[in-house]
């Protein structure tokens, strides 16, 4: 059984269902739902991706490319001109979510919410 997350009501069908991130958690909502909620709280980037749509999707998908495309390219740069330690780690942690954290909310997107309305 699927729950949404903002009125509490079940969710009966995918075709009423919006997985979203909030925070680091993946959770469902109604189509209805979710558009008011990012009408009162607006959202960061990530957060305001539908992940059970197509360009959900292909975000989950190329995040980590475009991710690891760029801390390579970083750390070749860092390599000429070492940049103070803080600055490196931000740069890491920032990678690691974008790396993992995306096609990790794409499963569980898939897995807790997409699957059990079949
Ligand atoms: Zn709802």
Redesign the pocket.
């Known amino acids: 059984m699927v729950e ?1 997350h ?2 509490g ?1 079940v ?1 009966a069908s995918k075709n009423e269902l919006t997985t979203a991130l909030q925070g680091l958690k993946v959770w469902g ?2 189509n ?2 979710y558009v008011e909620h990012l009408r009162k709280e607006p959202s960061l980037l990530f957060r305001s991706i539908r992940l059970n749509t197509h360009a959900g999707k292909i975000v989950c998908i190329l995040a980590p490319f475009v991710g690891a495309i760029i801390a390579f390219s970083v750390m070749l740069s860092s390599l000429q001109s070492r940049p103070p330690l803080l600055i490196m780690i931000v740069w890491v942690v920032v990678f690691l979510i974008v790396i993992v954290g995306m096609p990790y909310a794409r499963y569980r997107s898939y897995h807790h919410f997409e699957k059990p309305l079949g």
């Open positions: 949404c903002r009125c009501k969710i909502y109604h209805e739902c």
